[in-house]
């Protein structure tokens, strides 16, 4: 994986379809982090994953996808998503596999 990769690096959730940000922030401020190594993590709420990602060509601009295992409050949980960067904000969906499933957007945290 390209480590100057844009996609790469943590973003803060700023907005999720299916959770106000009270319930995004629960925990620790609602991040999704992208580190070189295909490797990251994300928490919302009481949901925690450590990622697995590639970088993939999607039509004309490259998207992140990833699969990730973790916890939904005290029980294992795991799913999949995906994200791209779109006018400076990171746009995705995140699934929880036999749950939920939600687009989010983030900010890049400085």
């Not at 995906?82 to 749950?99: C, K, Q, R, T």
């Amino acid at each position: 994986m390209n480590k100057s990769n844009r996609l790469l690096g943590r973003w803060r959730i700023t907005h999720m379809d299916e959770w106000d940000q009270d319930y995004i922030d629960l925990v620790v401020p609602g991040f999704i982090q992208f580190d070189p190594n295909i490797l990251g993590e994300f928490q919302f709420g009481t949901v925690h994953g450590f990622l697995d990602t590639r970088i993939e060509q999607h039509g004309s601009r490259q998207r992140i996808e990833f699969s990730w295992v973790g916890k939904n409050d005290t029980d294992p949980a795991s799913g999949r998503g995906w994200a791209l960067v779109e006018s400076g904000l990171l746009v995705g969906h995140l699934y929880i596999h036999l749950s939920d499933d939600s687009e989010f957007i983030a900010e890049r945290t400085r």
